[in-house]
């Protein structure tokens, strides 16, 4: 293993039992996330890209798998994890609306994971500020609540709290997604530069494969739980494998001609994500696929490393 | 083709808070021919579903017409009766909104509550098996499988992209003219976001009627209309035929806003517009871009630019082009 790996997930499984059966989240996936990059994870909703996520964190405990971060394993559990280990990673979520505490001042949301690590003992306020102005907001916010700010300062809050603990590593799942473009292109840009300030290494959750193209170094596209391609970013864009790769890329609505060029040819979509309870037999794309085998029914595709970096699950390419 | 089905003439409307008073329509133009394809762009909070809203009248008891007609074949849609424009969003005027799961009712089986637009849409008396026939027609037509299975289920057993194409259905039987669909993938997944706006497409092509879809979602409206308005903080800064748009957009919002779109090309994301959309209650005076805008010059700051018409087939909103 490389000592630049931060993250490495090996064969991680998730399931949850519901009323309706065994649910497989995440089933068998594995990665790696080197230090300083950022590592996409795409899907469509209910691919397993936020339990991944969660999972990492500690939030759910896998039911198989290991986990390990900076070269050793992770507890399962967050509880079991120590503060120092806590520290070091951090997650935004979503919707800011809901991660925040509405009876908290935007101050006090913001020093209490410093409280918590004991960190900038006895000038907990200025290192606020100084936070506040990282992410750009201004310092004045630090008396509102956080029903007095829009939706994408909210967001910078949730930022600004998650680097408050000084982590190397954080999951931003979905970051964006609420937001306008013009509100995107603040958060990422700002978010980008404080990686390249603090050297981060970002898990960074999205279903928006344009967004992708811009911020991640490697992405790893996810399909009812398991994992379908990983690729550098710019081989997975214009040297997409897997038909279900295609036939999303194919899917963007895009707004300039050279962006028309890069997309696969016209691959239609068809088909919806099936039920997680009752998952299609052999590969799970098979009923959608427009390039289905025999053998696709059947059997599910190992992963298979197509060029150096390039992983693809799909029996067109074993 | 010539013919203006629904003419949106100097719009305004206000809605009373208990702040104030937002003024969030600030004279809104906007015309639909017949058959014609149109698309409304601009970031939430513009005021696309407050003019599609004020277009079906359905409007919440706070907002306030102050001024401004809709005609709709030549007649205003702010001066008729209650029955009269029930009438109209019984057989003329339909529309989709973004999120199904609020549109349909989670206690009636999907027939139930479809088969109460199709009886609705016509004065013709139908017997129960006509209108049972011709759900199931409705529902074939938005490519739903198995449509006597779905006529049964609740809303809750289908998946979000199943839902809207009942939503479409149900809005379908009603828009014998025209049909307003409100970001009708925006919730979706891309690829069902792709799959409902060619179907939309689709139908409204087969038709023969007009179509105003609205999206945030820039890319998605390009494959599908003739002609796009641009709207900016209740304004509209700019109007062109798609193609004309989206390769040489020439107001500066518009510009602006293009370039925050991350592109599937790469290189990276570009700075944001400065600044925030204003505070409805005290709007900037003249343009209401022109706090945020690159070019503004003193009169944007005092006069509102109107609506100009120029090269013929595009419209724009500022004095660069005076």
Redesign the interface.
Known sequence: MNNDEIIQVKDLKKYFKTSLGIVRAVDGISFTIREGETFGLVG??GSGKSTTAFTIMGVYEPTDGEIYFKGSPLPKSVKKRPLSLRKEMQMVFQDPGSSLNPRKRIGQIIELPLRVHRLHVGRERERVKELLEMVGLPVDFINRYPGAI?GGEKQLVAIARALASEPSFIALDEPTSAL???????I??TL?RIQKELNLTYLFIT?????M???ASRVGIMYLGKMFEVAE??EF?HKPLHPYTK???S?????????EK??PKRVI??G??PSPVNVPSGCYFHPRCIDCMEICKKEDPPMVEVSTGHFVKCHLYT | MSENLLEVKDLYVNYKIYEGILKVLNGVNLTVKKKEKVGLIGESGCGKTTTMKAIMRILPDNALIPNGNIFYKGRDILKMSDDEIQKIRRENISMIFQDPTAALNPVLTVGAQLMDVIKYSTDEELTKREIRELAIKALKDVALPDPERILKNYPIMLSGGMRQRICIAMALISAKELLIADEPGTNLDVTIQDQILRLIGRLVEERGISVILISHALGAVKGLVDKVYVMYAGDIVEMAPTEKLFSDPIHPYTQALFKTVPKLTGGGIPEAIKGRIPDYINPPKGCRFAPRCIHAMPICMKEKPPLKNIEGEREVACFLYE
């Open positions: 469509e909703s829009g306008d473009v013009s509100m995107q292109a603040k990422i840009n980008l279903h928006n494969l344009s967004l193209r811009n911020v970013t710019s864009f036939m999303l890329l899917a963007i609505p895009v707004i300039t001609e050279e962006e890069i997309k979509s068809r919806e994500i």
